[in-house]
Each structure stands twice: as C-alpha cells, then as structure tokens.
C-alpha cells in the first residue's frame, strides 16, 4: 500500500471535515446528491466528450496504482539482469534462453530474447526503444484523464451552484427557505473544487510519477540486456544500472566499499 497517498487523502479529507465542525458545522450539510449528480455526472459527461472510451478505462484500471505500489524493485532487478550477465559470461549469451521463456516482464523477456537471437546490439535498441515511444504516447493521455476532470468538476460545481440559486430566486417571499437553499446551493460548488484539488489533480500526479518510474526500468532493462550482449563485465553492468535509481546506486555503492 502507498502510505503517502493513503495518509494525503486522510489528512486532507479530515482537515476540511474537521475545521467544519469547528466551526459549527454539520458533516451532514455536505451531503447533497443533487449537488453530486450535477458535478460528478457533468464532469464523466464532458471527460468521455473529450476521450476515447478505451483511454476513459485504461485510466479507471490505473487508478488503483495510486493507492497501491505494484512496480519491482529496481535493486531486484539490478540482481536478476546481473545474474544473466554472471551466465552469459561464463556459458554464452545463447545459455539464456531458457530463462528468457521464464521472465514475466514482456518488455525484458522480448529484449533478451532479441539478444539470445544474434540480433545486433544497435537493432535491439532501435527497436525496443521505438516500442518504448510507442508505450510512452499511449500512456500519456491516462494523467490527462484526471487533469480534465480537474479542470471540468470546478466550473460544472459553479453551474451547480447556480442552479440552485434559480430555485432559490422563486422563493423569496420566504427568507428562511432562501438562506436554506443558498447554502444547499453553494455545496455543488464545494464538490467541484474538492474533488479537483484533492483528488482529480493529485491522482494525475501521481499516475505521471508511476509511469515515469516504469519507463525508467523499462530503459534499464534494454540498456543491462545491450550491455550483456556487448560483454560487459557484470560488475560493470550492476554499477552501469544502478546510476538509474538513487536506491539502487546507494545499495551498489555500499557493496562497493570494503
């Protein structure tokens, strides 16, 4: 679980909630469907306007890397590129074949068998790096998802707002039912900037950071399977890699020092 996503929305959530309270409030003033159908059914309306449905779900599916970390460590996998490195020296490159049927990242399992093939070194990376491009433009709309409905759900909660003020204008003859409603009114604008701020924006953020860090291993796989292919000595490739994380340097250097 990621503790600084789960935490953030806790704090924020309860933050707001709490100063509420303090102030007089009641948690049950923000609860207003009316309001809600308005914002959060515009907002769906006017993402799908803008995105392909297939984007729409690929960033639905992708939500769930906000709150949980499911990328590998890049120190294991320092480890297992250095242990095909160790066997390529000692029995050939061709001796991995074996074990590239056995790897589960595609992108790793593709690069390296390209390598047990013979391909040439500068093929694999035209190659791979064209599929990394590929990836990278695919992936890109996912953020752009939530960053629209970021930019939509403030300004559909001010719509909603003044709707509600519409419904308040006739009214006015009596001034209770209209302080009433101009404060259920305005709750439509609280859901459009709350959920902009505090979750539609920050979860884009997020989902940039993870996809980065994907993209990142992935650039260190095609360069550790290039680097075996080319004969590089494995001590050379685990330190070679290792400048691609901080961690993972950090651990390479204190293997380093006696």
């Given amino acids: 679980m990621d503790k600084s996503s789960l935490a953030g929305i806790g704090i924020a959530v309860g933050g707001i909630l709490f100063g509420l309270i303090l102030e007089g409030g009641k948690i049950t003033q923000l609860v207003q469907p009316t309001a809600a159908m308005i914002v ?11 995105f392909p449905l297939r984007v729409i779900l690929a960033a639905v599916r992708r939500l769930g890397q906000v709150f949980v970390d499911n990328s590998r460590s890049p120190v294991d996998l320092i480890a297992e590129i250095t242990s095909y490195a160790h066997k390529a020296r000692k029995e050939g490159i061709v001796s991995l074949d074996k074990d590239a049927e056995h790897i589960h990242d595609p992108f790793l399992r593709k690069a390296l068998m390209l390598a ?19 990836q990278a433009e695919h992936h890109e709309n996912i953020p752009r998802v939530f960053e629209a409905a970021g930019g939509f759900s403030p300004t559909i909660g001010i719509i909603g707002a003044v709707l509600g003020l519409i419904q308040v204008m006739q009214h006015l003859d009596d001034i209770s039912e209209v302080g009433r409603g101009i404060a259920v009114a305005f709750v439509a604008t609280i859901y459009g900037v709350g959920a902009a701020n505090l979750f539609f924006l920050p979860v884009a953020g997020k989902i940039k950071l993870r996809m980065r860090q994907e993209q990142t291993l992935r650039e260190m796989m095609l360069e550790g399977v290039i680097s075996i292919l080319e004969g590089m000595n494995p001590r050379m490739i685990e330190t070679k890699l290792a400048g691609f994380f901080a961690e993972a340097h950090e651990n390479a250097n204190k293997r380093a020092t006696p």
């Fill in 40 to 50: 959060f059914g515009g907002t769906l309306g006017a993402v799908m306007l803008q």
């Fill in 116 to 134: 047990v093939d013979g391909t040439e070194p500068q093929e694999i990376r035209s190659m791979m790096e064209l599929e990394l491009d590929n």
